[in-house]
T-cell receptor, first 112, second 111 residues
Framework: GESVGLHLPTLSVQEGDNSIINCAYS??????FIWYKQESGKGPQFIID?????DKRQGQRVTVLLNKTVKHLSLQIAATQPGDSAVYFC???????????FGAGTRLFVKA | SQTIHQWPATLVQPVGSPLSLECTVE??????LYWYRQAAGRGLQLLFY??????ISSEVPQNLSASRPQDRQFILSSKKLLLSDSGFYLC??????????FGEGSRLTVL
């Protein structure tokens, strides 16, 4: 659901390790999801997307997994780097509607 | 290519003063436009969206308002700011696929 008034959960990983960021959604009819990365003081930027007819999609060092049965998304970042430190949001982009609903967000810290 | 700009980038205003944040989009016509707010250390809250000139949908009751006087212009306003209005305001336009493109953000501090 919408993120309102929630402090961001955090994830701290060692540089070089893999990161897994999780997200739950509530609308069974949702058919398109996007992960965004927000660096400090900037607007969110697109990382990777996935449609509901897929279970997995891979990009460069990132993989998104979609489990429609339990309405759960995850973003996996391989070999996490200091530049990956940011806030990550999943977004429900139900293409039949006009609104994009963002998850609560997770702040990723990468330890050198 | 499409670009989105919003200003001012930072703003410090006293309680009770008015507010006007402006957002413009270039390189696309009849975009769906959005205003989000992000309080410090928190997630994105959808405030308003617009699917066309003069069409505004409000998501959260508050002392803010939005207007769309032109196809590619979206304005966020307030007549009297509250302390709780402080935050990072983001304008965005939505591509047909659903992807959002955000502006650079406007950081508002109400004192």
């Amino acid at each position: 659901g919408e993120s309102v008034g929630l402090h961001l959960p955090t994830l701290s990983v060692q540089e070089g390790d893999n990161s897994i960021i999780n997200c739950a959604y509530s609308n069974s009819a949702s058919d398109y999801f996007i992960w965004y990365k927000q660096e400090s003081g900037k607007g969110p930027q697109f990382i990777i997307d996935i449609r509901s007819n897929m279970d997995k999609r891979q990009g460069q060092r990132v993989t998104v997994l979609l489990n429609k049965t339990v309405k759960h998304l995850s973003l996996q970042i391989a070999a996490t780097q200091p530049g990956d430190s940011a806030v990550y949001f999943c977004a429900d982009n139900n293409t039949g509607g006009f609104k994009t609903i963002f998850g609560a967000g997770t702040r990723l810290f990468v330890k050198a | 290519s499409q670009t989105i700009h919003q200003w001012p980038a930072t703003l410090v205003q006293p309680v009770g003063s008015p507010l006007s944040l402006e957002c413009t989009v270039e390189g696309t016509s009849n975009p769906n436009l959005y205003w989000y707010r992000q309080a410090a250390g928190r997630g994105l809250q959808l405030l308003f969206y617009s699917v066309g000139i003069g069409q505004i949908s409000s998501e959260v009751p508050q002392n803010l308002s939005a207007s769309r006087p032109q196809d590619r212009q979206f304005i966020l306003s307030s007549k009297k700011l509250l302390l709780s209005d402080s935050g990072f305001y983001l304008c965005a336009w939505r591509q047909n696929t659903g992807e959002l493109f955000f502006g650079e953000g406007s950081r508002l501090t109400v004192l």
